[in-house]
């Protein structure tokens, strides 16, 4: 549903976005990570078809960016770090003239708009005027606003700032909603725990390139090595144990527990339990030490250069 090859923007001879290559298939969540600067909000703005490419070309929806740029704004729901609402207007008021834009009948608009502003809990403010919303509350109309065309690509850039834990909890279960119906979405975040809560791959930018793009699982092990296991015992240890299986490496004990690094735990895992019990040692506990997004992240601006695939 995204297709990106080779996609580069100047500004004169500022170079913004360097040949960036994305794909993003029917249904998925794809998350777009990067410092401020780094390009994220250039490259959303070529596949919304409001800036034009200087080299490279896009398609969205299956449409080109460039010669087909009406059919691509018209298949995408776009959340903008600026909402642009009218203050003076209600929600009602404001949804009816966003339909309106895409040529949906009165009676239309508003049949749509009232299960969306229920849904993030803007019903009872529908006759309020925008200027005395809250900021989370404008930026749950400006999501409302993006799904009123049913648009079957979203591109959110930063959707639950400003907002209370909760409405960002209700932001995020409605993401996670609408890719389970099958739309595709470019997600743009500094929420690092959110981002890896709803991605199913990301994308690291810096400098206006791809430093990685891949499964959220296979950006980590690239970005921080092979998987790293926790076991704990009924007694304490200070050493390694004898004999570890080939693909096993250990690198710590803790107390009652030791840390292995396993290079594939299906096929190592069963072994390197074998061989602890097989030396004596009562094992209480073996689990997957858990290693997040943002140390990927981190590793990934500060030590990796170079155009990665995972």
């Known amino acids: 549903m995204i297709v990106a090859q080779g996609l580069t923007k100047y500004f004169d001879t500022f170079l913004a976005v360097d040949h960036v290559d994305l794909q993003v298939p029917q249904g998925e969540v794809l998350v777009l990570l990067g410092k401020n600067g780094a390009g994220k909000t250039t490259t959303v703005r070529m596949l919304t078809s409001i800036l034009r490419p200087s080299n490279g070309w896009a398609k969205v929806a299956g449409y080109d960016v460039v010669e087909q740029a009406d059919q691509v704004r018209a298949s995408v729901g776009v959340l903008t770090e600026h909402h642009g609402l009218y203050g003076r207007m209600t929600s009602e008021e404001y949804l009816q003239f966003f339909g309106s834009l895409y040529r949906l009948p009165r009676s239309e608009s508003a049949r749509r708009a009232k299960p969306l502003l229920e849904l993030f809990g803007l019903d009872e403010a529908r006759k309020k005027r925008l200027g005395e919303y809250s900021k989370g509350m404008r930026q749950k109309l400006a999501l409302v606003r993006a799904l009123m065309h049913d648009p079957p690509v979203l591109l ?98 803790r107390g009652d527990a030791l840390i292995f690094q396993v290079e594939n735990p299906t096929e190592q895992n069963p072994d390197l339990l074998q061989s602890l019990m097989s030396q004596g040692l009562r094992v209480i506990a073996f689990q997957e030490v858990s290693r997040s997004l943002e140390q990927a992240f981190l590793e990934a601006v500060r030590n990796h250069g170079e155009v990665q695939n995972a």
Do not use: W
């Not at 595709?184 to 793009?213: F, K, M, P, S």
């Open 156 to 253: 959110l850039d930063e959707p639950t700032s400003a907002m209370d834990p909760e409405s960002a909890r209700t932001v995020r279960d409605a993401i996670a909603r609408l890719r389970g119906q099958g739309r595709t979405i470019l997600l743009c975040t500094h929420n690092l725990a959110e981002g890896e809560e709803l991605a199913d791959r990301v994308a690291i930018i810096q400098a206006g390139r791809i430093l990685i793009h891949g499964a959220v699982e296979d950006v980590k092990r690239k970005l921080l090595g092979p998987v790293i296991y926790e076991a704990r015992f009924a007694q304490a240890v200070t050493q390694a144990p004898a004999g570890l299986p080939a693909g096993v490496s250990f690198i710590e004990a």
